[in-house]
């Protein structure tokens, strides 16, 4: 794929056309222009070549040259620069990548790794709508950021899905290992979309508040609107996470309280039992002078005692809940 997607200049919201790299410096001196430069895991020497058109600082050039950045908005100057983890699901999986931004007034710059959608549609869109597209690269950043938390959105509707089909099957008194597994591979899943989730919240906190060269003020409702969706998906993944581990609880509970009415049965037969085993115990042990042995009635009447004694205690267990 190559490194470029996309590379177009924008003046006053209206799209003046694509622009080549080396031809950028003299695009940004025009009023009310700004370029829209979108790439993919771009080389060293290529990210070089950027840094020299855009006067960006070389912090920033080595972090966007290395994937696996923690998200995190810095300042350098007076440009911003942003990573943001993005998440798609590939083949049944959730992957994530990362966006990273530079921004400054004039320019927006978008350097992706990993697992991401792209931005054309984006792009596209916000092009429809040439009158904030003239607020400059901040409304660019703002609809890339509506798009990243709204994957995140949707991904979370599939694992409330899941969740669904697991807190069913936690509620059983028998015990599931694969149930058990399912629910600790969708905390773990929960945990990465809300650790993605997380830092676009302060992110955008700091952009409502400050940066107003990069988000004016028009902007900022927007910005917010990205925050509010965020916090949905960090509230929803808290809440998921939670009701899985009291599932989980439960359905623990659940089973030891079955294995106790196992053990309660069990301990009530086994008392039922006792009885004709102590009787005839008594009389297996061959004593001579046993009075009971010459009885013509003694072998009738110590079965109807034994019998007696285990009706009487199963009844009594019975009503006690042990049987």
């Given amino acids: 794929m190559d490194k470029v997607i996309n590379s177009v200049a924008y003046q006053a919201g209206r799209r003046i056309g694509e622009v080549t790299i080396d031809d950028i410096s003299e695009v940004l001196k025009q009023p009310d222009a700004f370029v829209w430069l979108g790439l993919f895991a771009p080389d060293d020497a290529f990210m070089r070549k950027i840094q020299q058109e855009f006067h960006l600082h070389d912090l920033a050039i080595e972090d966007a040259l290395t994937a696996h950045q923690r ?119 929960l945990l990465a979309m809300h650790n993605a989730a997380v830092p676009i919240d302060d992110i955008c906190n700091q952009l409502i508040h400050l940066h107003e060269a990069v988000i004016p003020k028009e902007l900022r409702a927007y910005i917010r609107d990205v925050q509010d969706h965020a916090h949905q998906v960090i509230t929803l993944t808290d809440d998921m996470r939670e009701m899985l581990t009291n599932a989980m609880h439960v359905n623990l509970a659940m089973v030891s309280v079955r294995q106790n009415e196992v053990v309660k049965r069990l301990a009530g037969w086994g008392a039922i039992l006792a009885v004709p085993t102590v009787i005839f115990s008594l009389y297996g042990m061959n004593f001579a002078s046993m009075p009971e042995l010459k009885m013509p009635w003694g072998y009738p009447v110590t079965l109807l005692v034994t019998l007696a004694g285990c009706v009487a205690l199963h009844r009594k267990l019975k009503r006690s809940g042990w049987l």
């Fill in 71 to 189: 998200p995190k908005l810095e300042t350098y100057g007076d440009s911003l620069f942003i990573v943001v983890k993005t998440a798609q699901r590939v083949d049944d999986k959730i992957q994530y990548g990362e966006t990273h931004f530079f921004v400054g007034a004039h320019f927006l710059i978008t350097v992706r790794h990993g697992a991401s959608s792209s931005y054309a549609a984006i792009r596209a869109r916000a092009e429809e709508t040439p009158e904030l597209l003239a607020k400059g690269p901040g409304f660019a950043l703002y609809s890339i950021l509506d798009f990243v938390v709204d994957n995140y959105r949707e991904i979370i509707g599939q694992y409330e899905t899941q969740f669904d089909g697991i807190e069913s099957a936690m509620f059983k008194s028998e015990f599931d290992p694969q149930a058990v597994e399912e629910v600790y591979r969708l905390r773990r899943d």
